[in-house]
């Protein structure tokens, strides 16, 4: 894992848009296409935008944050939380999405942080089973202008 750099942002939106593409087919919409370059740029140039990488190519990506108001509200500093969180489909199976979030894991631990957040599509079981295998439990749901999200938390260790 690493954080993106601007050379990193077309492959981010490609495996973005291709996770999309893919959730639509499965009857979820959750974001924009194409993804908003703006925002990539943005998440890189503030060095949330992060990659994974499996033998010299770029497998996956996903956003890491200090807080979250528009999902979790107004809290106390005491977790990070994992965004825009996507495998490309030719790397899903191997580990990659749970050793991704034992590393975003760590980092909240070694930051101080208590807790690893992230929401995900509410009327979506694999998804929702996913994060509940890696640890995750359901703290609740909110509806996003986009789509309606539950929240999901675990604890973290340093």
């Known amino acids: 894992m690493r954080r993106a750099r601007p050379e990193d942002a077309q492959t981010a939106r490609a495996i973005l848009d291709d996770a999309t593409a893919y959730l639509a087919k499965l009857g979820f919409a959750e974001w ?3 993804f908003p370059e703006d925002e990539l740029a943005m998440r890189i140039e503030r060095g949330e935008l992060y990659v994974a990488e499996v033998d010299g190519e770029i497998a996956a990506t996903f956003t890491m944050l200090w807080d979250d108001p528009t999902f979790w509200g107004d809290r106390p500093p005491d977790a990070a939380y994992l965004h825009k969180f996507a495998v ?3 790397f899903a199976g191997r580990g990659i999405g749970a050793a991704l979030v034992e590393w975003a894991a ?3 631990a070694a930051a101080g942080r208590g807790f690893l957040r992230l929401d995900c599509q509410r009327d979506d079981p694999g998804i929702r089973a996913y994060y509940e295998r890696l640890g995750f439990e359901y703290r609740g749901d909110v509806d996003h202008p986009r789509f309606a999200a539950a929240l ?5 260790h340093a």
């Not at 999901?152 to 973290?156: D, F, K, L, N, S």
């Open 152 to 156: 999901y938390e675990r604890p973290v």
């Open 32 to 34: 924009p296409v194409p």
């Open 106 to 108: 760590a980092q909240a």
């Open 88 to 90: 490309r489909r030719d």
